[in-house]
C-alpha cells in the first residue's frame, strides 16, 4: 500500500490541522471528567488571498510562514498532526469485499479492485481504504477506496514538516465536516431518528451543500460563491485592495454604511444561493423537503444570516457548533469559541482523529 496512509492510525496526542484557502485553523482536543471531551486550544491565522488556490498550495512559503504564525499562538508540545485534502483532489468509492479477510488479503482486493476503477496509475497515487461495516448480507463488507494523487498528499505533508510536525493522519475535508456533524446532530431534535439535515459549509470560494439522514450523506454538490464575494463586494465599495478588504473585515472596521449597504446584500444573495442549492437537491432526488439548515464555514456567524436563511428557505437553520457540550478553559473564552466554531469544523473533525478506536 502507499507509503502515506490516507486514513492514518490513532494517536496519543494529535492536533487537527486545516488548511483552507483563507486560514490554518488548529484544533487540540482532550478527554475531561467522565468522559466529557474538553477544548485544549485553538488558533486561527489568516493567510494572503494567492497562498491556496482551488484547494492547491499555491505559494508554499506564505502557507509555511503562516502555520509558524499559528503555531506560536498555540502554543509548544505540537508533535502529530492531522491533516485534510479537498474532496476535489481525493477520488473516493465503496467497494463491497467478503467479510473475514486478514488485512494483508484485504489490501490485495482493494489494490486489485482500484486498479480498475481510479482514474491514475497505481504509482502515482496514496490508496488507502477503510472498512465501512457490514452490508445487508453477513457475507460482505462495506469498504471505502480512497485515493489522491502524490503530489497532493505531499504538499500539505511538506508544509507540516517544514514546521517540525508529523503528519499521522491523512483525512478528506468532507469525511472530517461529517465527523464533526455528528456532534452538531446530536443537538437537533431527531436528527438521529430520520430527520433530514441540509449542512451548508460556506467556505471562501466554495459553497458545499450536503444532505445527510441519520448521520449518512444522501446528496452532496458545490456551488461557487463563498466569503471572498463579501471581500470584492467591500473592495469595491471602499476603493480597498482585496487583503486591505478581508483585514477590515475581519477587524469589524468599516465604514458606518457597511451593514446595509454591502453586508445585507450579500446575506440576501447568499441566502438565495442556499435556496437554490435546495431546489437542485429536490429536483435530483425524490425528497421534497429538509427538515434543518446547518450553518458552518467562515460566514455562518454572520449576524443575521442564519434568520435571513431561515426566512428564505422556510426552514429552520442552525448555527454548527460542535463544541458545544465540551469543556472550555476560560482562557479561551466561550463567546469567542462560539463566534469561531462555524469556522473550525474541519479542523475540529480533524482534531476527533485522536479518539478513534
Known amino acids: 500500500m502507499a507509503d502515506i496512509s490516507l486514513f492514518g492510525s490513532r494517536s496519543r496526542q494529535l492536533v ?7 486560514s490554518v485553523k488548529l484544533v487540540e482536543l482532550a ?46 508540545g505540537v508533535k502529530n498532526v492531522a491533516i485534510a485534502l479537498p474532496a476535489s483532489a481525493v477520488f473516493a468509492k465503496k467497494i463491497i469485499l467478503p467479510a473475514g479477510l486478514r488485512e494483508l488479503d484485504m489490501e490485495m482486493q482493494v489494490e486489485s479492485e482500484a486498479a480498475q476503477i481510479i ?19 453477513p457475507d460482505e463488507v ?8 502524490k503530489e497532493q498528499v505531499e504538499d500539505r505533508v511538506s508544509v507540516a514538516e517544514a514546521c517540525g510536525l508529523k503528519v499521522t493522519v ?57 466569503g471572498q464575494q463579501l471581500t470584492k463586494d467591500i473592495s ?22 457597511y451593514a446595509s449597504t454591502v453586508l445585507q446584500p450579500f446575506m440576501e444573495n447568499l441566502a ?25 464555514g467562515g460566514c455562518a456567524a454572520i449576524s ?20 458545544s457540550g465540551m469543556t472550555v478553559p476560560s482562557k479561551l473564552g466561550s463567546r469567542k469559541l462560539l463566534a469561531d466554531a462555524p469556522s473550525l469544523m474541519v479542523a475540529c473533525g480533524l482534531a476527533l482523529r485522536r479518539f478513534d478506536e
Open 16 to 22: 487537527g490541522l486545516d488548511i483552507s484557502s483563507s
Open 31 to 76: 478527554s475531561g471528567d467522565r468522559g466529557v471531551r474538553r477544548v485544549e486550544r485553538y488558533v486561527i491565522e489568516p493567510l494572503s488571498g494567492e497562498a491556496v488556490v482551488d484547494g492547491n498550495i499555491a505559494n508554499f512559503d506564505a502557507v509555511t510562514d503562516g502555520l509558524r504564525r499559528a503555531l506560536r499562538r498555540f502554543g509548544s
Open 119 to 137: 482514474p491514475f496509475a497505481i504509482d502515482e497515487v496514496n490508496l488507502d481504504f477503510q472498512v465501512i461495516g457490514p452490508t445487508s448480507s
Open 142 to 149: 462495506e469498504v471505502l477506496v480512497a485515493a489522491s494523487r
Open 170 to 226: 491523512v483525512d478528506v475535508e468532507s469525511l472530517a465536516l461529517e465527523a464533526a456533524f455528528d456532534l452538531v446532530a446530536r443537538q437537533l431534535p431527531g436528527a438521529d431518528s430520520g430527520k433530514l439535515v441540509a449542512l451548508v459549509d460556506i467556505g471562501a470560494a466554495v459553497m458545499n451543500f450536503i444532505a445527510l439522514r441519520n448521520g449518512q450523506r444522501v446528496y452532496a454538490r458545490e456551488q461557487a460563491f463563498g
Open 236 to 257: 469595491r465599495q471602499y476603493g480597498m485592495s482585496q487583503d486591505e478588504a478581508e483585514a477590515a473585515k475581519r477587524s469589524n472596521s468599516l465604514p458606518d454604511d
Open 272 to 296: 438565495l444561493e442556499v435556496s437554490r442549492a435546495l431546489q437542485f437537491f429536490f429536483t435530483s432526488t425524490h425528497y421534497n423537503e429538509v427538515d434543518y439548515i446547518v450553518l458552518a
Open 304 to 323: 443575521g444570516l442564519a434568520d435571513a436563511i431561515g426566512k428564505r428557505t422556510q426552514v429552520k437553520t442552525n448555527i454548527a457548533n460542535p463544541f
